[in-house]
């Protein structure tokens, strides 16, 4: 059915409420009607909607559809929307499941995609077991937003995927865990197919794949719960494998490190023998060396020692050798005195230089003074 026009809109309004004796309460309310009409053209089933909402509340006295109906729905956009939360309110009052329920069973009725999907009520009734169930569509069916069609339950307007924001949000939470769910189904396929444990999901997919096997709002069939079940039992066996694996690895490290542990143990007990005997041998080399040093320090003050004796002999060499050359001096002196007075002066300073008793002995006696010589008169 092709989109109307305005103007044909308002050709349609006018003939169906004459058909029947009513009118627009007045020009304005018609003006504003029209142009909420302009902006759902494309959604025929939500102005079918609207309109018959509209419809409901007229006034059969005053034969008007007047503008507190129009406020009444929430306007052409809004009327959808309003119906459907007033039936959630409805649903919650059935049974504190209800609200998870109803809310898991219109996103069966849609794709990770967005669009309609259609289930039957055995379907339903598998997935969401519980009285509460049948009480909920049953609910959904009168309110007509869920219709019977012949394959099945569906959504009464693919508008209330757009324009039922309520909807819309579940399945924009829900789109992760429902295109997951869709890769699980596609593999789950070839591995019933081809039988192939490969293609089995491992670690985090798996993890990931049972999380949302257990989310509302995502319906696995038999065969994707079985690819996860069995991928959950390829994943333990794998556990069991490594864990025995890993046993028997201990075992072997566990006797290789035996041998290690006794090979090192014995080369440690060789190190520390050898270590023993090195030290012993570094404590004598410091004894012999202390015992050196000591020599050495021995020698060093023996040869200072003599060095000043040397020097002392040296010195009282030089000292003798001066007294000598004093002496000798003296000697001559004495050889040369004339006079009592003379020799006298000479002895002293020779005592004075060698000390008076080994001078005496090398002194000449002393001479007796000469005699006046007599002086003869001439004849």
């Known amino acids: 059915v092709s989109s109307l026009s305005e103007v044909t809109w308002g050709e349609v309004l006018d003939q169906a409420l004459e058909a029947y004796g009513y009118h627009i309460e007045d020009d304005e309310m018609r003006v504003e009607l029209l142009a909420q009409l302009k902006g759902t053209e494309s959604a025929m089933p939500l102005v079918q909607f609207a309109l018959t909402q509209l419809w409901q509340r007229r006034d059969p006295g005053r034969k008007v559809v007047p503008r507190a109906a129009l406020s009444a729905i929430g306007g052409i956009g809004g009327a959808l929307e309003m119906h459907a939360n007033a039936t959630l309110a409805q649903v919650s009052g059935l049974s504190p ?3 998870d329920r109803v809310r898991e069973i219109l996103l ?43 394959d099945g339950l569906t959504l009464a307007h693919e508008a209330l995927l757009t324009r039922w924001g309520t909807l819309a949000g579940w399945i924009t939470e829900a789109r992760e865990d429902r295109l ?24 985090r997919r798996l993890v990931a794949a049972e999380d949302v096997a257990r989310r509302a709002g995502v319906d696995l069939s038999v065969n994707g719960r079985a ?21 028997v690895l201990a075992v072997a490290v566990g006797l290789t490190g035996l041998q290690y542990v006794r090979g090192i143990q014995k080369s440690q007990r060789a190190t520390t023998a050898a270590l023993a005997e090195a030290t012993k041998a570094k404590d004598l080399a410091e004894s012999k060396k202390v015992e050196a040093d000591r020599a050495r320090d021995d020698a060093q003050r023996a040869q200072g020692e003599a060095e000043r004796s040397r ?21 001559a002196r004495v050889g040369r005195a004339k006079t009592a007075a003379e020799l006298a002066e000479a002895q002293r300073a020779i005592q004075d230089v060698r000390g008076g008793v080994a001078v005496k002995s090398a002194l000449p ?15």
Do not use: C, M, Y
């Open 311 to 331: 020097q002392e002999a040296a010195n009282k060499s030089q000292e003798l050798e001066k007294k000598n050359r004093e002496f000798d001096n003296l000697l």
């Open 365 to 379: 006696p002393a001479a007796p003074p000469p005699a006046t010589p007599t002086v003869v008169p001439p004849d």
């Open 97 to 99: 499941l209800a609200s």
């Open 180 to 203: 997951l769910a869709e890769a699980i189904e596609r593999d789950a396929a070839e591995w019933s197919e081809r039988g192939d444990p490969d293609r089995l999901w491992k670690k």
């Open 108 to 150: 069966s009725l849609t794709t990770a995609q967005g669009t309609r999907a259609t289930r039957t009520l055995v379907e339903l009734r598998q997935r969401f077991a519980g009285d509460v169930t049948v009480s909920i569509v049953d609910l959904l069916e009168s309110a007509r937003l869920v219709v019977h069609e012949r």
């Open 227 to 247: 690819f996860v079940q069995a991928g959950r039992r390829e994943e333990r066996r794998a556990r069991v494998l490594l864990a025995s694996l890993a046993a």
